[in-house]
């Protein structure tokens, strides 16, 4: 039997042949050195689940809150997956979620830059300068509806950080990723998000990719940073740490 060939789209190749992930390519030690928390911030912020990114804050693919795309990376891991025979990178409660909340947010933008026409139109392109309360009053709306918004969102967020997590199997290679003989998932207790059909795959998924993003792997500053944006958000500060 033939073995099935492993993706390599956004991984390290080796030079023996295999591949890493970035961030086990990397090495913790050195993600983790003294004095590059830069650098440890821009790898750790995303979270790679089954080949896709994803903002690790809200685990979107496409975050308005984080301002991180990643779907031009999905679609080319996707397109490998594809001429492989693989199913798709992520996880499809994941992805349906980021693809939800894309769809709302655009909405949400499209109104408001709607609005705006409709003030120039009204009162022309100086309307902030002659006539500042209409400006003020739709500025005090758009703050209004981002709060809702995002209030919104965020409830969203807790619920699937804290109780959901992914609904399959996490391993790039399963072949019965809703899990085996009606067996719940195994859930990683490490981040609570990555889920497997059982145990073998999650060692392999460890060794593969889930080792250089599970959440034990971050240091604890950068958890405690997290925690900081979290309750700054909920507080209604969206402005992402610095």
Sequence with gaps: MQRQREPICHRVEQDDGTSKSLKMSIGKKKLQA??????????YKSMVINGASHCRRHLMIRC??????????KEEADEERKRLGLREGGDPRLTERAKQWSDYILSNTTQTQMKVQSLIQQYGRDHIKTHPQHWNSFMRECAAEEHQ?????LADNDDVMRNKGASQCCYWACKTPAGEDGKNLLK????????YCCKDHQLLDWKWEH?????????DWFKQEMEQDRQRNLSGDYEEYK
């Excluded at 003294?34 to 790898?43: A, F, I, N, P, S």
């Excluded at 918004?149 to 969102?153: A, S, Y």
């Excluded at 990683?188 to 889920?195: E, L, N, R, S």
């Design 211 to 219: 080792k250089g993003e599970c959440t034990v792997a971050l240091p």
């Design 188 to 195: 990683c207790t490490g981040c609570g998000i990555a889920k």
């Design 149 to 153: 918004v995002n209030d919104k969102f």
């Design 34 to 43: 003294k004095g590059q928390k830069g650098t440890t911030r821009l790898m």
């Design 64 to 73: 308005h809150l984080c301002e991180e795309d990643s779907w031009n990376l």
